[in-house]
């Protein structure tokens, strides 16, 4: 058995303050001075230690409360308020929601698993991967020897296919290829996002990221120079749309990723004869009929697809499908084709959280390709302020290597701790064995309609009471 | 040669200004540059004198607060407790020397609301005859 992969983290301090959720406001105006101050009462020493962060205005006030309400209760003029904070309200999108950020920033710090306080005020479903449960059933038979201890429980996955069956000489030899595999430890791979105010030091530390987690950074071909060139081995070049590549340049890399267009089986035919040991996968963009796509690109003897949704986790013409059911529907036409094992489906766009890791296997795929959250974890606001010229209110261009490897490390630590505790809770001791177990989820759309299907729909101008 | 100092203005507003969201304050900042620092703020009463002096020592040759018109604050009197420290504020810093109308406050008016964009233009007009601060930390 292979030695545990571990991911060893260590705090990597914020660069600037975060900005918290809520805020206090509290007026002077009207004071009683009463001898027993609430403000004297907050356990956290709040307002005692209050400071202010002149670079970005924020009041450690906000930052040091710890939201329990006592002196916006206690105080008897009511003098004490608690606010949502704009700028926290400001952050990201729809998707991107402040919260996911918010949260992506303290696991990239710590290294640990998100923990919200007791009990759970969210709503039960939501579009996308929020309409998705797992069943946690092993929850309550907890294995004996710890998922962080002594359990042994794989997260690692091949990257390449298998072939559909193995042919042997008349004399017992085997005939037919090798299958090529790669072996990650962790089914997610990194890939540079498409905005963001990176420089070379960044890609620096993405990479040594990759390295130190045994996994891949994905990034255009033509940004491999200088010192990237020491990285290849945990480097993915990405062949761009158009470009010629008749394999020069690729010695010493794993794994190329070739865009779907009309002439990507030439380029890889070429790559191939070029470099017989390197992977190929061929990106396609997620958009209707992808299906037929995908099953074209597997036959043609491609073993990785890396399937491409939109940002927000949709698909790329039609926002109303979601990265989830498109997953599901590939994975289910390959198996219907006997195809499965032949090729090793990566999903990306718009994963965001931990959990969408676990429920894109879940759903068919063997692993994910995350872009944004590697820069959130350097503190990125999500503002798009890079993409109109404006200066990056968090100097991102200015970190070290050193801590963006260190950031990402973290980011990925608490996401793999997260991936141990669902496969745990579902009693699954290898993420391969999680790859299209829908069975073992339960889809909001699927319970209601059994649920509420056969009721027939709501004419118009009527309500429910 | 150095080139002329622009003078800077932070500006505070209240989170209820009409058209501010994050992307006018973009799009301030994409007009004004370097000269703009924009802070949205849950409600302009939450601004003492404190954030004034140390955003003219620390950020901007210039402070300002956007409030909700009267009798319109969310939190009742966060506005006009705004308008009492702005006057504390501009005593304080008359007092060393500095000229008080280096800060200043804005009260939207509930007739005529005019958004965050207008309001900038109206303040950056008001101070245009200000010299830079004497001082604004020069190694900010
Ligand atoms: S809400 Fe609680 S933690 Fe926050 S300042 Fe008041 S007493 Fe302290
Ligand atoms: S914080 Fe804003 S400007 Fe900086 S990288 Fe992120 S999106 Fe771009």
New binding site residues.
Partial sequence: MPAKYMIHTQTAPNRFKPFTKSGIIAWTEGCLGCRACVKKQCVYRVYINRGLDTKQMIDSIDNQCMNCLRCVQGCPMELIHKSINPEYAALGDSHWTPDIIAQLWDQAETGKIPVSGSGYSGPFSGPGFDSMWTDMSEIVRPTRDGIHGREYISTGIDLGGTPRHLTFTDSGDLESDQALLVNIPLPIILRIPF???CGKDIIKGWAMAARGLGTFLALPNEMIKGELVDFKENLIPIISPGQHCSGDGLEGVRLVEVPWEKNCKDISQKIKQAHPSVLISCRTPLVRGVEERVLSIVDSGVSIVCLEGSSWGQSMDDNSIFLKDIIRSIHLALVENGMRDEVTILASGGLAMAEHVAKSIICGADGVVIDFPI?IALE???????TKGLP???E?DQAEPSWVASRVINLLGAWHNQLLEVMGAMGIRDVRRLRGEAGRAIFFEDLDRNTFGSLGKIGEGYELE | MSEEKKLTLGLFYCQHTPESSELDRQSLEEKYGKSIRLFPVPCSGRIEPIHFLRALEELTDVAYVITCPEGECQYFEGNLWAKKRVQRTKEIIESIGLGGDRIGIVMNSKENPRSLAVLADEIMENIIHLKPSPVLNPYR
Avoid: K
């Fill in positions: 905005f963001g105010s820069l990125c606001r999500m503002c798009g302020r890079c990056c209110p968090v991102i």
